[in-house]
């Protein structure tokens, strides 16, 4: 039996992970800083809202709710056409509210939180916004048991969730040094996409965008170029060399 896809909406992408996410599980998106892992997961709720009005969750645990509005709308996306589909759920609201129950672990509260917007509301899409973030608040102390019982709890929870995250590179780009590689997340989630800028001359650089794995699907392996333009994304053939 074929396991039920959906879409990104992102022109090019669904092609390329063989018809869209498989429903219900864990995938991650990982790269370096500037290669729009936010807006991407964005616009992937984002069109999954108009589109079908799916009911969507953004959890932001490094930006405010108002913040993450406004670096969206900055880029062109229509956030009030959607505000009653995707709900941002920000630190700041997290911590106000698991302060109220001070015997209860922060982990613990996030899991309330999500399975009563699920049993209220109904959730289809979950984004978490960084796994180092959640790492650091989550005080995890073992972590390959705590991201596998997490991994776990979001399979059971019945939504598609993409959790976002640094991507690990042996060599700096622009300066910027990669955190160390660490498997764990790579072997317990579902599928991955990985994002990176690939420098095509000595001063133009480009998006790129490869399904590294996603269980159950016939995807495709190569990089793709991720454009960005106008408040939209496009997946297309990379630009030589």
């Not at 505000?83 to 129950?101: F, N, P």
């Not at 009563?116 to 790492?135: C, Y």
């Not at 991720?226 to 630009?239: K, M, N, P």
Request: hydrophobic content about 40%; proline content about 3%.
């Amino acid at each position: 039996m074929e396991t039920a896809k959906i879409q990104t909406y992102i022109e090019g992408l669904d092609d390329a992970l063989g018809g869209g996410f498989p429903v219900g599980h864990v995938l991650l998106i990982s790269g370096l800083p500037g290669t729009m892992k936010s807006t991407l997961s964005y616009a992937i709720l984002h069109g999954n809202a108009r589109e079908r009005g799916a009911k969507c969750l953004y959890v932001s645990l490094e930006q405010t709710r108002k913040s993450l509005e406004a670096q969206m709308a900055a880029m062109g996306f229509d956030v009030e056409a959607v505000r009653g589909e995707v709900h941002i759920l920000d630190l700041g609201t997290i911590q106000k509210e698991a302060g109220k129950s001070a015997t209860k672990p922060w982990m613990e509260f996030l899991r309330r939180t999500l399975q009563t917007k699920k049993d209220i509301e109904g959730v289809d899409l979950v984004v978490i916004d960084s796994l180092e973030a959640l790492e650091v608040l989550a005080k995890f102390e073992d972590r390959r048991t705590d991201l596998f019982r997490l991994f776990e709890w979001l399979r059971d929870l019945g939504a598609t969730t993409v959790i976002l995250a640094e991507a690990a590179s042996d060599a700096p780009f622009l300066g910027i040094e990669a955190p160390q590689p660490r498997r764990d997340e790579t072997f317990l989630a579902d599928g991955i996409l990985e994002l990176k800028m690939h420098s095509i001359s000595d001063v133009e650089v480009q998006r790129r965008i490869r399904v590294v794995k996603m269980r159950g699907s016939h995807h495709k392996t190569g990089f793709s170029a991720l454009v960005f333009e106008d408040g939209r994304f496009q997946v297309t053939s990379v630009i030589s060399p």
